[in-house]
């Protein structure tokens, strides 16, 4: 916050300062903002400012970042010349970090700007969707041989991609503990140059790139959550559902599973663990089978499936994805125990 006392000559409220043409670029580029731009004497401008004061209360303890105010009715040439024309309130965050600059892409909903600002200024990680910039996309999409990739193509201004840019992200999660697998966005508003290199004219627009080749390739997924979750599992050979889930053998193995049948009245136990143990596929196996041998028991497996898919089933939107995984696998697997 060293910056406050060049930035601006007063507040608007609460810690909002006032940012004019003369302040803008180096405020912008110097510091973490979240600016607010809005036509100051319009009706949606005021009725949503004390909104916004009281979000920018609620992010007071976290002093690396800074809330500023753009009043687009004294300076409208300026507002005009930037894009800043076509509806308001306008919420911008400009970050020193690999995000660059980043447009909130909805309308005033404080709930939704709260988790915007926790992602770009990375108070809080959990961002499934990667957010690309000029700077992040050649390392992150085109000199990574290990992945593949889907990048969405919008331009803020049009309510397609925002609206695209929303459900790309829930279903972004859905994928969010496949480590070979980036699903991102790239505004074009922001980043016209970036888009054009890419060859991204008919916004919204998907291109895919895979392991073997990093030229864009134009996709047509259906426009739909359940129609880019069938694209992504049949192009990039994954298989979950529109929950996220997968099928009911994954984390299994049939091997495994002969020797998970009938454990507790073998009298081969230790050769079962070991068998189980030449892959890591196989520690689930294990664990169950100590926990098996502590207890000289297996009455447990019911009780526990039991527990773990009312878990999963009520408290699916809370957890993350290699949460949701673990369950799944440890089900899986137990039922291969009594089944």
Not at 41 to 55: F, K, M, P, V
Not at 121 to 137: A, E, G, H, P
């Amino acid at each position: 916050m060293i910056f406050i006392i060049y930035l601006i000559s007063f507040c608007i409220g609460s810690e909002i300062y006032r940012i004019t043409p003369k302040t803008f670029e180096k405020v912008t580029t110097q510091t973490d903002i979240l600016i607010r731009f809005c036509p100051m004497y319009e009706n949606e401008c005021r009725e949503t400012q004390s909104a916004y004061e009281g979000l920018v209360d609620t992010f007071e303890e976290f002093e690396d970042i800074s809330f500023g105010e753009f009043d687009c009715t004294k300076n409208a040439d300026w507002c005009d010349e930037h894009g800043f024309k076509r509806r308001f309130p306008i919420y911008v965050a400009y970050t020193t970090g690999p995000l660059g600059i980043q447009i909130f892409p909805d309308d005033h909903n404080v709930n939704e700007l709260s988790k915007f600002i926790n992602t770009v200024f990375n108070i809080s990680k959990i961002q499934y969707t990667t957010l690309l910039t000029d700077k992040t996309f050649n390392k992150t999409i085109l000199q990574d041989p290990n992945s593949e990739a889907l990048v969405l193509f919008y331009d803020y201004w049009c309510p397609f991609g925002r609206e695209y840019s929303k459900y790309l992200e829930k279903v972004a999660k859905n994928y969010g503990n496949e480590k070979d697998l980036v699903i991102a966005r790239v505004d074009c508003s922001v980043y016209p140059k970036l888009c054009k290199q890419q060859k991204a004219t008919m916004l919204p627009q998907f291109e895919m790139f895979t392991f073997n080749n990093k030229s864009p390739f134009w996709v047509y997924p259906e426009r739909s959550i359940e129609g880019l979750i069938k694209f992504i599992n049949e192009r990039f050979h994954k298989n979950r559902d529109i929950d996220g889930l997968k099928p009911s053998d994954f984390g299994t193995w049939r091997e495994f599973d002969e020797v998970a049948k009938g454990y507790l009245h073998s009298n081969d136990k230790e050769k079962r663990k070991t068998k189980c143990g030449e892959f890591i596929l196989g520690s689930v196996y294990i664990d169950i089978m100590k926990k098996i041998d502590q207890l000289n028991s297996d009455d447990f497996i019911p009780s526990e499936i039991s527990q773990l898919e009312f878990k999963l089933r009520n408290q699916l939107p809370y957890l993350s994805p290699k949460e949701i995984d673990d369950l799944q696998r440890r089900i899986n697997v137990l039922k291969k125990f009594i089944y």
